[in-house]
């Protein structure tokens, strides 16, 4: 199976067990966790990560032994002044974060830049395609 995603600051985690040649990928907007009353808490990072564990977990995947990659976090428009504006760039460290919170080790990251990214992962083989898209 392959999953398809469009990533500009967000960012996607693609977690990957080499044994059970199983994988996933979530894609969220805004670093860390929400407030307890967002409506769509999985646009955040903790929750739609924590839920990808979730489903890899039920399928018998132990975290210590997954690979991760990480794309996203592009500034698609002026850099802004203020550091907490900076959506992509903060979404990158939370991802590169947590992945080191949980053990979980980096194998491969295509982030930041000024352009989006599409990617393709391979579910079966943890291989993921990237392509920059232009601003035309």
Known sequence: MQITTILGSCVSICLFEPARRIGGLNHFLFSGRPSR????????GEPASE????????????????RAKVFG?????????????????RNVEW??????????????????????????????????????LSRE
Do not use: F, N, Y
């Open 95 to 132: 991802a590169l974060s947590w992945l080191l919170s949980k053990g979980i080790l980096v194998v491969g990251q295509s982030v930041g830049g000024r352009l989006g990214r599409k990617i393709i992962m391979d579910c079966g083989t943890g291989e993921v395609w990237v392509k920059e």
């Open 51 to 66: 839920a990808l564990l979730e489903r890899l977990a039920a399928l018998g995947v132990s975290e210590k032994s997954l």
């Open 73 to 89: 976090g592009a500034q698609m428009g002026p850099q802004p002044a203020s550091p907490h504006l900076r959506i992509g760039e």
């Open 37 to 44: 009353h967002e409506p769509t808490p999985h646009r955040w």
